[in-house]
């Protein structure tokens, strides 16, 4: 089986009348070095089904089909997605039964929409307009995923992989790390793309395992992260008063979570922010019992 080269994919391209838009964050993969080594990260195995976002011109699903039982592919574009089986047609004929195209946009594909088989994994390179919520939302709503290997812009690589105290940690991470342990699986040269992108790019590696022990939802959770980083310059118990109700309503949950007020959404683990919404949630119950019985006359 041949993998696309650089040529092949532009003419390709000239035929479909393609071209990448920044719109749709298209930047084509053309380095048949660098899809290998995509799939070689992932670390596959032959039973895993891929789900692969925005497949493009194939270069990467032509690399994913040998090593796997099924791919997955999600195109948003019709024209891509009705030329990707004849592609895989031509150059891996053997292999085309292993392929199903969706046509779908992939921030708002469910199960439904997919094979009655599970995806087992995700690899893709992710247009990057849209790559922390796309990979947030296949994580949420596809729970077969164990293993994510995605190509994004480095800035948003190291986001999604931060830890507490750095810099740049903030709502990915902590959203990330909600599902999986996440890191940095390496660099990508910006000369494998056409167009070339005015960005780097880098490989984010992900591995699913199950979310803090918590009463809190993740929904809940998820409202005390986005509270705490939309200021996140102030402390904790400034950054919470609204979520909470009030300063000092949010100092409360915060003691009853161990947390010191002072502190800074950037230093709390996802754990720190499970257990916030957790003593949040205990406090309002108790609240609305509170009330429930006086409004009784018991």
Known sequence: MSLLGPAEIRI?????NIRPTKKLGQNFVIDAGTVRKIVRVAGL?????????????????LALLPEVRGVIAVEIDPVLAAQLPLTVG???????GRLTVVLA????????????????????NLPYNVSVPVVLHLLETQPSLGKV????????????????????????SVKAAWYADVRRAGPV???????????????????????????ATREEVFAVVDAAFAQRRK???????????????????LRAAGIDP???????TVEDFARIAEHRTAENTSGSASESTAGSGV
């Open 45 to 61: 195995d032959p039973d895993d089904v891929v789900i692969e976002v925005g497949p493009g011109l194939g270069s990467l699903t």
């Open 90 to 96: 031509a150059h891996a004929p053997e292999l085309a």
């Open 12 to 16: 390709l391209a000239d035929k479909l």
């Open 149 to 172: 290997l995605i190509m994004v812009q480095a800035e948003v690589a190291d986001r999604l992989a931060a830890t507490p105290g750095s810099k740049v940690y903030g709502i990915p």
């Open 262 to 268: 002072s502190r800074r959404g950037e230093q709390l």
């Open 105 to 124: 946009d992939a921030m708002r594909v469910l199960p439904a929409d997919l094979p009655e088989e599970r995806p087992t994994a995700l690899v893709a």
């Open 189 to 215: 040269g910006r000369t494998v793309f056409w167009p070339v992108p005015n960005v780097d790019s880098g490989l984010v590696s992900m591995v699913r395992r199950e979310p803090p022990a918590t009463a």
């Open 235 to 253: 402390t904790l118990r400034a950054a919470l008063a609204s979520w909470a109700g009030t300063a000092p309503a949010a100092e409360r949950a």
